[in-house]
């Protein structure tokens, strides 16, 4: 897996910053890691700022990661931002969607600024 996580915690959620390469495997695994950090440090919101490269993700890749998320973060989170500056937005609100339709608060962003604007309101 080639991707580097880095933590920051913030007053009332955790900021997960992803680098590396764009591939399922990596973002399942990162999502894997985010889960058990926020799952450690008992905070249950998260915002996600994905820096990743390579082509993006298909529509049939995006759904199955996002719905495995969605089972996953159950009694972990209760709130997610994702922010990827480089994605297209029908593939984010895609992703949104299939994550929201099963159960995760969550919402995606195209900028850093509008997601940590909208994830430290109190929800």
């Given at each position: 897996?080639?991707?580097?996580?880095?933590?920051?915690?913030?007053?009332?959620?955790?900021?997960?910053?992803?680098?590396?390469?764009?591939?399922?495997?990596?973002?399942?695994?990162?999502?894997?890691?985010?889960?058990?950090?926020?799952?450690?440090?008992?905070?249950?919101?998260?915002?996600?700022?994905?820096?990743?490269?390579?082509?993006?993700?298909?529509g049939l890749?995006?759904?199955?990661?996002?719905?495995?998320?969605?089972?996953?973060?159950?009694g972990?989170?209760?709130?997610?931002?994702?922010?990827?500056?480089?994605?297209?937005?029908?593939?984010?609100?895609?992703?949104?969607?299939v994550?929201?339709?099963?159960?995760?608060?969550?919402?995606?962003?195209?900028?850093?600024?509008?997601?940590?604007?909208?994830?430290?309101?109190?929800?």
């Amino acid at each position: 897996m080639t991707y580097q996580l880095e933590f920051r915690m913030k007053p009332n959620y955790l900021h997960a910053v992803v680098t590396g390469k764009n591939t399922p495997e990596n973002t399942r695994a990162y999502l894997g890691d985010i889960l058990r950090e926020c799952q450690a440090r008992a905070c249950q919101r998260v915002l996600i700022e994905e820096k990743l490269e390579g082509p993006l993700l298909q529509g049939l890749e995006i759904y199955q990661i996002a719905s495995e998320l969605s089972l996953k973060a159950q009694g972990i989170l209760r709130v997610a931002a994702f922010v990827d500056e480089g994605t297209e937005g029908e593939m984010l609100q895609f992703a949104e969607n299939v994550a929201v339709n099963r159960g995760l608060f969550g919402k995606v962003f195209r900028s850093l600024t509008e997601a940590e604007e909208w994830i430290a309101q109190d929800r």
